[in-house]
């Protein structure tokens, strides 16, 4: 079990990927089922801040991941939840304690039905499976970050940059399960390295925990 937790836009998604790929472990995005919950909250013109309506939602509807594709309800939304909508309103609702006890619940029978995997996210070394073989915080520099995402999906540097310091600011200050480093972890700043070379470093600390 390898967690990888770190700020929006470190390059988690792509490196998660990669590593499940090559340890052959199952690969869980927790971001994406807040990006669900958030979802359905624009989709019933639910207020974000309304803790009682939005942890409803969580509750209620059905999430399935399968591999890089999200269901939300029996309807494939992996498209849907990337967009500037959601993004604008996530933070939010991934403050909400309802909504976070909700998620890792799913989260952990998600890991006890597969055995393991490759698990990216926020608190995912800190509070969802501290005891991970590898715990790892993935960051880079937020010019770095604001500079990628506007490399994948567009946008103006700045706004993208705006928007990126205000959702880690809500992430890492929130009460319940802030956006930190787990003890043990291996911090990696991605800045200045090659994807490769960040897979490979993650990978290699994998390895040493099996033999
Ligand atoms: O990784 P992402 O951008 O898809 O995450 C979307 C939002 O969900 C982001 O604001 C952080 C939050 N999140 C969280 O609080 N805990 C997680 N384990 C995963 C994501």
Redo the contacts with the bound molecule.
Sequence with gaps: MIAIDGP?GAG?STVARLVAKETHLPYLD???M??CVALQALNDNVDPHNQAAVARIASEISIVLEGSATFLNDVDVSNDIRTPEVAAV??VI?ALTPVRDAMRTQQREWIARHGGGVVE????GTVVFPDADVKVFLTASPEERARRRVAQAGGNIDEVAAGISE?DHI?STREDSPLRPAENSVIVDSSGKSIDEVVAEIVNAFEVTRR
């Design positions: 929006a988690k927790t971001g994406a807040y990006r996530v933070s991934a996210g926020r608190d995912i959702r992430d």
